[in-house]
């Protein structure tokens, strides 16, 4: 099994949240499955079995998923906010606050690791489109991010 060993930015809240699922995922999803696999044995035959085929896919997700955290989790490198040194440069672990142009739009967004983005929550990762074309830049410049229907600008207007 080739073992990815890219190093993973990542708070400590976001940490502590790979290893709750993981342990979540070995100690609780795995039996679960373990289970279901089990009586859907019991049915007899496999080669028509949904419940069975079913159970096997989840099997192969929840595998592939805890391996996925374990490397993760071996590979994590905190980052914190008082890690920055400059902060009036975007960085990983800055809140920026952006103006969309033309339209005015305002948004705020938390520059983290891959691992823990959520653009739902306002957390954007640092290899995402928008935020590394944040990443380096301070406040008044322009990002110029690619889009499917073109570039879209931005203008950073505070870094916290």
């Known amino acids: ?70 490397n993760m989790i071996r590979n994590a490198k905190i980052i914190s906010p008082d890690d920055i040194q400059d902060k009036n440069i975007v960085n990983v672990g800055a809140k920026v606050t952006v103006k969309e142009i033309p339209d005015g739009d305002i948004e705020v967004y938390t520059i983290v690791g891959s691992a823990e983005a959520d653009p739902d929550l306002g957390r954007i990762s640092n290899e995402s489109p928008l935020g590394s074309e944040l990443i380096g830049k301070k406040v008044d410049e322009i990002a110029d991010v690619p889009a499917p229907s073109g570039t879209i600008q931005f203008q950073i207007m505070k870094i916290e």
């Open 1 to 70: 099994m080739v073992q990815n060993n890219k190093e993973v930015l990542i708070t400590e809240e976001g940490l502590e949240n790979l290893k709750k699922e993981l342990e979540e995922l070995k100690t609780v999803k795995r039996h679960e499955v373990a289970e279901r696999l089990k009586e859907a044995i019991a049915q007899g035959d496999l080669s028509e079995n949904s419940e069975y085929d079913a159970a096997k896919d989840e099997q192969a997700f929840i595998e592939s998923r805890i391996v996925s955290l374990e």
